[in-house]
């Protein structure tokens, strides 16, 4: 096989990764403040998708564009689904708020049968062939525009946890609950914000998502389950361990469908899944666990 | 548009004979046994939510179009009983017994090959016979089963016939891939076909090599590395088993990674499907497919046709239409020959099936002893401007090949 | 039989009486469907009793049940399909091997101190790694499916697990109520003791030397093995597998939600959840079959069972055997 090839692929995984990154963040933030893992998170992501399609065909705006749009809409969605139904299973055990949300998730799932219908349908921008040679390097241009966006995104994101006085009291809440408590934030609204963040995530996410493949009722599952293989990777809670277990998950996904049968893809990642559990529970980036 | 050979049409004025003398004969005294039994209740069992969703609604549009097209040929009525399997096993099972519960003397299903083997167990165990529309799975009709009857063909026959019909689009074209790279999707029809080519190529005598074998996984959302890996082959063509979703990321690859085989060579559903039509315009022309098909030139056909055009203006009829369509034609001339809702006096008339004014090509509907029909043929199929023509066998061509495949970055 | 029954209130027994009964006498009079449904729902009844001791005794979530009814299912399919090995014998096998696995990942989990949430990952992604590598395993039919030759239905042969529909409901309701008995017998032995001292305040039991790791690893390597019986009977009930369908996390958590809906960690809530949520499914696609719309069967379950969570959220079983007097000792409840 020519060399060129391996560079090729790379790239393009490494792009494609960004945007899983993205997406992972959404279920990190959940996770590192709120305490609960999202078992809906690509099924919210998949609404989100819906949301941009909508956007795309009726009043023509691109994909790209409608990040905010769509990011402001899901921020509403998780707002509301946290203060209403997820808080209160906060105290329950695991697996009781893993039903709770494998329940949303089925629900997610049939609204947008019934709404959508079963067949997959994409966004056809402009710009939707075009691609890019740099040399040897063929990059096309929607993937190359998707991993950009999925940077700046996730670039405001950490800005926003780091300099904004709410980002940093969100913070508080995920490191100390109690003291959270005793110096007065309003936790419960904070609580609620994180999942609107979280959500937010997902719906850029999806709008990106949406340039690269086309969406459809049960796109949700798989996304999910590629989430929780990145998030703990890179490290649950950690921000920047969800970008880099993206890109790793990305990157070694297309490199390993090179020289292994593609159809053994996802056995590499759960291997290395499995691998990390046991050699860093934590994750690349986590903290270690108390 | 080619001119259609003489000896077609010798076959299909025999045909057509043999199909009114049944007739004649079967009409006097059923007719009257029909009208005491009234209509015969038929279970459709089809995955209509789930992730084969897409697919199974689309079967059902079979299943609307053909109550108005039984009264023209003169066939009894069929009561559809609908069940949706939810594209789970399990769950097909229970609704085949809830089915037969509820009355139903025939059922009609499932898309799937695992759907369609828990069905075909209840329907044996009880005595309900079953005519499958759609799954390719060889082991189904290979189970010594008396009441499970398949109009469709079965994965190595898929094969068979595409080399077939490939080697005579070479042949008419005067040109052929010397290597092709194998691209099959890792699912229970894709590995069926992969098993089945390494049996079934050598007896063709093929003029190209299979370069390499890339299987992708279902759940794919991406099929970047996929393509690039088939490109880095440097085979003339591709040779793919895939399914709708996967076709359209494929062909949209080809185009970002900008390479243009000599031929795409379909041996699947996804590249004629509507929807991928649809989703990518011109970018959609050139692919052929080797699929199980309507002879467009059969009578019965051109009245589908015009059926579902007006029923379904925007949707062109495929595969899914026609075996759900046929499996359902089979029912009825079996009701009436048989003059009776008993499942068992059904079970007989099916196996005594002969229809020749059908849809699909080759002589017409027959059971074999397993409750295979083996004379199903299929076709070479090509899109042409959101159209498909049939290219292959010759008895079913109304076009000639369009060879080889038009540059994807010179198509404006 | 004393120990089985000591502290059970009159009036449960009696119930209990009566819904066996009714269980051994329902063929009799019920028809091929309801049959169908209730080998469903013992189905899971029984492996939700499996998976409950996992939780409720080991305090470990797994999200990869799955795995093991694959194990258990393939083994004793492979083994009657190339060796005609009957199911009865290849069944050790089946749970020598799905005992093994459970072992190797409790060991892990337990090793690496992987819990809550990361353990359940780590079972989803055993099982999921099984079900790829599965995909490519010829011998095991691959993708394209393994098939067991289906022939003579109309005579019961019960060694070779070959027969009508009515036998493999009695082989589930067996096993179900053998799950109840060895459930029951367990709690109220010395190990079940040691679980509960353990599941209550893991740091004291171990303070007091109940040694933690091998009662973990025994609830496992019972709730594992348990599971992969399970799968024999899959394998020989349903004659095809696809690893899609057996492997995948979906089906995992099909496995599951009787029991979180009837209540984890209790000793009826697997059953009580069986029979709630299959009967459940059945109705609601009667119910909505009229309106035509494809998807709201599932919109409808999805509500009933969020509303589960909100309402009921240490599940129904503890709600109804308070509600009819059922449940007078904390005994009763692992």
Redesign the interface.
């Known amino acids: 096989m020519p060399a060129d090839i391996y560079l090729n692929v790379a790239v393009s995984g490494i792009l494609t990764g960004l945007i899983y990154g993205l997406s992972t963040l959404g279920l990190s933030v959940i996770f590192g403040v709120i305490r609960i893992v999202n078992f809906a998170h690509g099924e919210i992501m998949v609404v989100g998708m819906f949301v941009t399609l909508v956007l795309f065909r009726h009043l023509g705006i691109d994909p790209l564009l409608s990040i905010p749009i769509v990011a402001a809409a899901l921020f509403g969605f998780g707002f509301v689904l946290q203060d209403w139904v997820v808080r209160r299973v906060a105290h329950l055990a695991d697996h009781m708020q893993f039903l709770l949300m494998a329940a949303v998730a089925v629900i997610l799932i049939s609204v947008c049968l019934m709404l959508f219908g079963p067949d997959a349908q994409g966004a056809q921008v402009g710009y939707a062939y075009d691609s890019l040679s740099i040399g040897p390097l063929i990059v096309d241009k929607v993937r190359l525009y998707a991993g950009l966006a999925a940077l700046v995104v996730a670039a405001a994101l950490f800005a926003f946890f780091r300099y904004a006085a709410t980002g940093k009291a969100i913070r508080a809440c995920g490191d100390n609950y109690l003291g959270a408590q005793v110096v007065g934030l309003n936790v419960r609204r904070l609580f609620a914000l994180t999942f609107g963040i979280g959500t937010a995530c997902l719906g850029a996410a999806g709008a990106i998502l949406l340039l690269l493949i086309d969406v459809h009722p049960y796109l949700g599952p798989p996304l999910t389950l590629l989430a929780f293989i990145i998030v703990i990777v890179g490290g649950m809670g950690s921000l920047p361990g969800a970008m880099l277990g993206g890109v790793l998950i990305g990157a070694s996904e297309a490199i390993a469908g090179l020289l292994l049968q593609p159809s053994l893809k996802s056995a590499f990642s759960f291997g290395l899944l499995i691998l990390v559990l046991l050699v860093r529970p934590q994750g690349l980036l986590g903290k270690a666990t108390q | 548009m080619t001119c259609k050979p003489h000896t077609v049409i010798t076959r299909r004025t025999f045909s057509t004979g043999v199909t009114a003398a049944g007739l004649t004969a079967a009409a006097g005294p059923f007719n009257v046994l029909r009208a005491q039994g009234g209509a015969l209740k038929v279970g459709v069992l089809l995955p209509r939510s789930g992730v084969q969703a897409g697919i199974g609604q689309d079967c059902q549009r079979g299943v609307e179009i053909a109550p108005g097209i039984f009264k023209d040929l003169g066939l009894p009525n069929l009561q559809i009983m609908n069940g949706d399997t939810e594209s789970n096993p399990q769950i097909a099972r229970a609704q085949a017994e809830k089915l037969i519960n509820e009355g139903a003397q025939l059922l009609v299903g499932a898309f799937d090959s695992g759907q369609t083997t828990t069905i075909a167990q209840v329907a044996e165990q009880r005595g309900i016979p079953l005519v499958i529309n759609i799954a390719a799975a060889p082991p189904i009709t290979e189970q010594g089963y008396k009441f499970v009857f398949r109009n469709f063909p079965t994965a190595p026959m898929i094969l068979g016939d595409a080399f077939a019909n490939q080697k005579e689009i070479f042949a008419a074209t005067g040109s052929a891939p010397k290597s092709a790279a194998f691209l099959h999707v890792n699912d229970t029809f894709g590995t069926a076909m992969q098993k089945g080519i390494g049996a079934v190529m050598p007896r063709f005598n093929m003029p190209y090599k299979i370069a390499e074998t890339i299987a992708y996984d279902p759940r794919a959302r991406d099929l970047s590395v996929e393509i690039a890996k088939a490109k880095a082959t440097g085979a003339d063509a591709l040779l793919v088993v895939s399914r709708l979703n996967d076709a359209i990321l494929l062909t949209r690859e080809l185009v970002k990674q900008r390479w243009t085989p000599m031929a795409v060579l379909s041996m699947g559903p996804g590249w004629y499907e509507d929807q991928y039509l649809k989703t990518l315009g011109k970018l959609s022309d050139g692919p052929m497919s080797f699929v199980p098909w309507y002879d467009p030139n059969k009578k019965l056909s051109k009245q589908l046709e015009a059926v579902l055009a007006k029923a379904y203006p925007a949707i062109n009829l495929n595969t899914n239409h026609i075996f759900t369509f046929e499996a359902l034609l089979v029912a009825a001339d079996a009701y009436k020959r048989a003059g009776s809702t008993d499942p068992k006096a059904l079970a007989d008339a099916i196996r005594k099936t002969n229809i020749t004014d059908n849809v699909s090509i080759g002589p017409g509907i027959q059971f074999d002893a397993k409750g295979q029909n083996d004379k199903v043929k299929d076709a070479a199929i090509q899109n042409r401007d959101g159209k498909l023509v049939t290219l292959a066998p010759k008895a079913a061509a109304n076009a000639k090949p369009d060879w080889p495949l038009k540059p994807y970055d010179k198509r404006g | 039989m004393n120990r089985l029954i000591k502290g059970v209130r009159p009036r449960a027994l009696v119930l209990l009486a009566v819904f066996a009964a009714a269980l051994v006498i329902a063929p009799l009079f019920v028809?091929?469907?309801?049959?169908?449904?209730l080998i469903?729902v013992l189905y899971f009844a029984y492996v939700g009793q499996a998976w409950n001791l996992m939780?409720g005794f080991a305090g470990q979530?797994s999200?990869g049940h799955a795995l093991f009814v694959g194990i258990g299912a393939y083994t004793s399919a492979a083994l009657f399909i190339h060796f005609g090995i009957a199911p009865w014998i290849g069944m050790f096998a089946a749970v020598a091997l799905s005992v093994l696995t459970g072992c190797i990942i409790g060991y892990?989990g337990f090793r690496?101190?992987?819990r809550?949430?990361?353990f359940?990952?780590?079972t989803?992604?055993?099982a999921?790694?099984v079900l790829?590598?599965v995909?490519?395993i010829?011998w095991l039919g691959?993708?394209?499916?393994f098939?067991l030759?289906?022939?003579n239905?109309d005579r019961i042969d019960l060694f070779n697990l070959r027969g009508?529909?009515i036998m493999f409901y009695y082989v589930i309701l067996a096993l179900t109520a053998a799950a109840l008995v060895l459930c029951r017998l367990l709690l109220n032995s010395k190990l079940g003791l040691y679980w509960q001292a353990i599941r209550e305040d893991q740091e004291s039991a171990e303070a007091i030397g109940v040694h933690l790791f091998r009662y973990k690893m025994i609830a496992v390597a019972i709730s594992s093995g348990l599971t992969g019986i399970a799968g024999v009977w899959y394998a020989f009930y349903?004659?095809?597998l696809?690893p899609?369908?057996t492997f995948s996390?979906?089906k995992s958590?099909e496995l599951?939600?009787g029991t979180?809906?009837g209540g984890?960690g209790t000793l009826f809530g697997p059953i009580l959840g069986a029979f709630i949520l299959t009967p459940l499914g059945?109705v609601l696609?009667h119910l909505t079959?009229g309106m035509k719309?494809?998807?709201?069967?599932?919109?409808f379950?999805?509500?009933c069972?969020?509303a589960i969570?909100?309402f009921r959220?240490t599940g129904l079983w503890p709600w109804i055997s308070a509600l009819f007097g059922l449940d007078p000792r904390r005994g009763d409840k692992p």
């Open positions: 028809s091929s469907y309801v049959l169908s449904v469903i939780i979530l999200l892990l690496f101190s992987i809550g949430v990361y359940a990952l780590l989803i992604a055993f999921e790694f790829v590598i995909d490519h010829p691959s993708t394209g499916g098939f030759p289906v022939a239905r009508s529909q349903y004659n095809n696809f899609e369908t996390t979906a958590i599951i939600l979180v809906v984890v059945e696609t079959e719309i494809d998807g709201i069967k599932s919109f379950w999805g509500v069972v969020a969570v909100l959220p």
